[in-house]
């Protein structure tokens, strides 16, 4: 049960599932019964449950070391690492710089992600950040981008996919084909794309030329393709909407 539960919380969750079906719907206040045993053993109340959290959080297997290795190699504190596998070691190689270039190095990391006007903008709260020093302040960042950010696109493309099985399932192999080639090939995400509309006028609809691969921000784009898919008549209005609802899953 462990390795399927990397927070204490979720742990408990599972214990009490378990506990719920294996005794016919009895429940079981996790939280409770370590307070019973607090006052059996004459602890403050809260030592048990609190000691069990913190032990749990506080395990580390292999893949939460790689994990952290790989956030410390991304803000430059670790340059260099091997892996011994007989002996389950890793030997990490570093070399001190300035806190301005662990700043830099988590610069280029969410430059992955964001434009450089949305990365500048987050980056003013890490000075605000309760750490005493750069590189903790810098760490405290990444791990609360991951969890925050990243875990929420992975949690949508779980949804994404979830959808399109229920799709299939639901209307059939035709409707999935069109909900799958929409996903990956939407128009309007398209490089070069464009169409003319009712005057002649060649419109550019192309959103990677329209804001340069998603580096210039602005909320007019938002109302230009709600407008597209009135006017763009290379399709009827309901596979314009299809091919825009794709591209805002492919964003």
Same mark, same amino acid.
């Given at each position: ?14 214990? &009490? ?14 939280? =409770?019964? &370590? ?10 109340? /809260?030592? =048990?449950?609190?000691?069990? @959290? ?6 580390? $297997?292999?893949?939460?070391?790689? !994990?952290? @290795? ?20 890793? =030997? ?14 988590? #610069? ?22 309760? *750490? ?18 990243? #875990?929420?696109?992975? #949690?949508?493309? @779980?949804? $994404?996919?979830?959808?399109? &099985? ?5 209307? /059939?192999?035709? *409707? ?10 939407? !128009? ?25 691969? /998603?580096?210039?921000? $602005? ?7 709600? *407008? ?7 399709? /009827? ?13 492919? &964003?």
């Amino acid at each position: 049960m462990r390795a399927n539960c990397t927070e204490a919380m979720a742990f408990i969750e599972e214990i &009490c599932d378990n506990y719920e079906h294996f005794t016919d719907g009895q429940g079981l206040d996790f939280e =409770t019964f &370590c307070n019973n045993l607090d006052i059996s053993k004459g602890k403050p109340i /809260g030592t =048990t449950y609190k000691m069990f @959290i913190a032990l749990y959080n506080g395990h580390r $297997d292999k893949m939460d070391t790689e !994990k952290a @290795i790989y956030r410390l190699s991304t803000l430059g504190i670790i340059d260099d690492y091997t892996v011994n596998f007989s002996s389950n070691t890793f =030997t990490l190689k570093g070399i001190k710089k300035s806190a301005k270039e662990y700043g830099d190095n988590l #610069q280029k990391y969410l430059l992955k992600y964001y434009s450089e006007k949305t990365t500048k903008a987050k980056l003013r709260n890490l000075d605000k950040i309760d *750490e005493p020093t750069q590189i903790r302040k810098a760490l405290y960042f990444l791990v609360n981008f991951v969890y925050s950010e990243i #875990q929420k696109k992975r #949690q949508l493309a @779980i949804h $994404d996919m979830k959808t399109a &099985c229920r799709l299939g399932l639901e209307k /059939g192999s035709v *409707e999935l084909k069109d909900y799958i080639d929409l996903y990956f090939n939407s !128009k309007y995400a398209r490089a070069r794309y464009s169409y003319f509309n009712e005057k002649g006028k060649e419109v550019n609809a192309s959103l990677p030329d329209l804001t340069d691969n /998603g580096k210039n921000e $602005d909320l007019k784009w938002v109302w230009f393709f709600i *407008e597209i898919v009135e006017e763009d008549p290379k399709a /009827g209005q309901i596979d314009n909407i299809k091919h825009l609802r794709a591209l805002v899953l492919e &964003c």
